[in-house]
C-alpha cells in the first residue's frame, strides 16, 4: 500500500454509518428536553401573572362568588377542551 | 415529484415546525458532521458524537438564521467546527489525549499498528485548524471552497493547511517530504 492508500484506509475506519437510529433518536431527545425548558421558561411569567392577577382579584370574585358558582364547572370544562384543541392541533400541524 | 425532499425543502418544513423533517436533515448529515469532529476534535468517540448532538440542538434552535436553506451541509458543518474550537480551548489538551482519537480503532488491512500510531501522534501534533481542514478536504473529500466556506477561513489558508497537513500525514507514513 502507498502512504496515500494507508491514509485513505485510515481515515475510512473513522467514519460513521450513514445511518445511525440510535444518534437521531439520541438528537430528538435533546431537542424534547430543550423544547420543554423553553416552554417552562416561556410559560412561568405567565403562570406568575395570572397567579398574582387572581390574587389581586381574590375580593371581587368572592363577592361575585354566589352569582358565577352554577356556570362555574361548565366554564372550566369549556376552557379544558379548548386548550386540548389548541395543543391536539399544534401537535399534528408540527409533525 | 415524489422523490427525495431537498434539504432547502427540509429546512422550510423544519422551520415551520416538522419535527420529522428536522430529524430526516439530522439523519442525512449526522456521519458527515460526526466524522469531522471524530477527525478534528481528538479524544474519544464519545465525546465528538456528544458534541455532535450539542451541534444539532443548536442548529434547531437557530434554524431561521440559515441564510440559505440549501446549503444546510456547510452551515451544520461551520456550528460542529465553532463546538469544536470552543472544545479545543476549554479543555487541556495534551498530545497524548489527542492521540486516542485512533486508540479504539481497529486497523485496516494493508495498515501495521505502528503506522496507525504514527498518524495519530502526527493528527494529533497538527493545529486544530489545519486538522480540520485536513478532516473535510482529505477525509471527506470537500473542496476547499467548501472547507473555506464552512470553516470561515480564506481560501489561500485552506489551500495551505491541506497541503501543510496531508504532507505531515505522510511523511508519518513513510511518504517523502514533498508528497
Redesign the interface.
Known amino acids: 500500500?502507498?502512504?496515500?492508500?494507508?491514509?485513505d484506509?485510515?481515515?475510512?475506519?473513522?467514519?460513521?454509518?450513514?445511518?445511525?437510529l440510535a444518534?437521531?433518536a439520541?438528537?430528538?431527545e435533546?431537542?424534547a428536553r430543550?423544547r420543554a425548558v423553553l416552554q417552562v421558561v416561556t410559560t412561568a411569567p405567565v403562570a406568575v401573572a395570572g397567579t398574582a392577577a387572581l390574587w389581586g382579584l381574590q375580593p371581587v370574585l368572592a363577592s361575585l362568588g354566589p352569582v358565577l358558582a352554577p356556570s362555574a364547572t361548565a366554564l372550566a370544562l369549556c376552557a379544558l377542551v379548548a386548550a386540548a384543541a389548541l395543543w391536539t392541533a399544534?401537535r399534528v400541524?408540527?409533525? | 415529484m415524489g422523490g427525495l425532499p431537498t434539504d432547502a425543502e427540509l429546512v422550510d418544513r423544519a422551520r415551520?415546525?416538522?419535527?420529522?423533517a428536522?430529524?430526516t436533515l439530522?439523519?442525512r448529515h449526522?456521519?458527515v458532521v460526526?466524522?469531522f469532529l471524530?477527525?478534528t476534535l481528538g479524544g474519544g468517540w464519545a465525546e465528538a458524537?456528544d458534541l455532535?448532538?450539542?451541534a444539532?440542538?443548536t442548529a434547531?434552535?437557530t434554524l431561521d438564521r440559515l441564510e440559505e436553506p440549501g446549503a444546510v451541509r456547510s452551515w451544520l458543518l461551520g456550528i460542529a467546527w465553532r463546538k469544536a474550537q470552543d472544545r479545543i480551548r476549554g479543555a487541556r489538551r495534551g498530545a497524548a489525549r489527542d492521540r486516542q482519537?485512533?486508540d479504539s480503532?481497529?486497523t485496516?488491512?494493508?495498515?501495521s499498528n505502528e503506522?496507525?500510531l504514527a498518524?495519530a501522534a502526527a493528527m494529533a501534533e497538527l493545529a486544530p485548524d489545519v486538522r480540520a481542514c485536513v478532516a473535510l478536504c482529505?477525509?471527506d473529500g470537500w473542496s476547499h471552497g467548501e472547507a473555506s466556506m464552512a470553516l470561515g477561513l480564506p481560501l489561500g489558508t485552506v489551500k495551505s493547511h491541506v497541503a501543510r497537513g496531508?504532507a505531515r500525514?505522510?511523511v508519518a507514513?513513510?511518504?517523502s517530504d514533498d508528497?
Open positions: 500500500m502507498t502512504p496515500e492508500e494507508k491514509l484506509a485510515l481515515f475510512s475506519v473513522q467514519t460513521p454509518p450513514a445511518r445511525d444518534f437521531r439520541a438528537v430528538a435533546r431537542i430543550r399544534r400541524s408540527a409533525a | 415551520a415546525g416538522s419535527d420529522a428536522f430529524s439530522v439523519e449526522q456521519a460526526r466524522g471524530r477527525r458524537d455532535a448532538q450539542e444539532f440542538v434547531w434552535r482519537w485512533l480503532v481497529e485496516p488491512a494493508g495498515v503506522e496507525r498518524l482529505l477525509a496531508r500525514l505522510l507514513l513513510g511518504g508528497a
